[in-house]
C-alpha cells in the first residue's frame, strides 16, 4: 500500500473549502487553528486522520469532491470576508444559505459592485487567483471628469503605484457625457483597490466601479444581492482566456 505523504495546514484548510490558502496562512499566525489539541504553526503539515480545528470547528475536506462553485452580484457597501469581528456588513450574509462552508475567490472592496465566485474547492481557487493563468476580469467603471486621450495611453499602458508600473490594461470608451465617462477595463492583476489608484493617478475621480465578467464567465442579468450555482462549462470557462490580441474571443 503506498504511504500517504502529508501535506501543508495550509493547503488542507483549503481543500476543506475554509479559505484561500493565503487566508489560510494568516489563520494560523492569527493562532485560530488547532491539530489535534495543539496551537498550530506556520509550516506543520497534517495527514488525513488529524483533527484540525479552524476558530473552535471541526474541518473535513468534501467527500468525493462534492465542490459549490456560485456566482453572487455584490451590492455596494459590503466587504468581502466571511467573517468581520467588527460587526460590518460582509458578503458571508449574502451566501449563509448556500447550504455549503464556501469563501470568496478574490474580492471587490467596500465601495465596488459586482461578480464574485464563491466555492469550497481549494485547489481551484488557487488556480484561478494565481498570476501565472492570467484569468482576465472585466469591469465596467465610472469616472469624473471626462478623459482625454493622454489619460486613456496612461491607463493601458500601466502607471506608477509603489515604485513599480501596473500591467498593461484594455481601456475602452463606453459612454461619454458631461462630467463623467463610462469605462470598460480588463485587468488580469487586480490587486487591492488598483483600478480607483490607477485612475488616481492620472487624474480621474471613480464614481462607480462593478464587475461584469471573470474569464469566459459573465455575470449577466443576475440581481444584485442574488447568488447562483455556475454551470459545468462556466466552471471550466473560469480559467479560459477569452481575449486574443485584445480581442474577446
Known amino acids: ?129 494565481h498570476p501565472k493563468n492570467n484569468v482576465y476580469k472585466i469591469y465596467r467603471v465610472t469616472v469624473r471628469p471626462s478623459i482625454d486621450e493622454d489619460q486613456l495611453v496612461k491607463l493601458e499602458t500601466g502607471v506608477e503605484l509603489d515604485g513599480r508600473k501596473t500591467a498593461p490594461a484594455y481601456v475602452r470608451v463606453i459612454h461619454k457625457e458631461q462630467g463623467r465617462v463610462v469605462l470598460e477595463m480588463i485587468l488580469h492583476e487586480g490587486k487591492n483597490r488598483e483600478i480607483r489608484r490607477m485612475c488616481e493617478a492620472v487624474g480621474l475621480e471613480v464614481a462607480r466601479l462593478k464587475r461584469i465578467q471573470i474569464g469566459g464567465v459573465k455575470m449577466g442579468m443576475l440581481k444584485q444581492g442574488d447568488w447562483r450555482d455556475l454551470t459545468e462549462q462556466e466552471v471550466k470557462k473560469l480559467l479560459a482566456n477569452p481575449f486574443l490580441n485584445g480581442k474577446q474571443l
Open 1 to 129: 500500500m503506498a504511504k500517504i505523504e502529508p501535506i501543508r495546514l495550509q493547503k488542507f484548510i483549503a481543500q476543506c473549502g475554509i479559505a484561500s490558502r493565503r487566508k489560510a496562512e494568516e489563520l494560523i499566525l492569527g493562532g485560530h487553528v488547532k491539530v489535534n489539541g495543539k496551537t498550530a504553526i506556520l509550516g506543520d503539515k497534517v495527514l488525513p486522520t488529524d483533527k484540525v480545528f479552524v476558530r473552535g470547528k471541526r474541518i473535513v475536506v468534501p467527500k468525493g469532491g462534492n465542490y459549490r462553485y456560485i456566482m453572487l452580484n455584490k451590492p455596494r457597501g459590503f466587504i468581502t470576508t466571511m467573517n468581520d469581528e467588527r460587526g460590518r456588513k460582509c458578503v458571508a450574509q449574502l451566501v449563509e444559505n448556500v447550504g455549503e462552508r464556501v469563501y470568496p475567490i478574490g474580492r471587490l472592496d467596500k465601495d465596488s459592485e459586482g461578480m464574485l465566485v464563491f466555492t469550497n474547492d481549494g485547489d481551484f481557487a488557487n488556480k484561478v487567483m
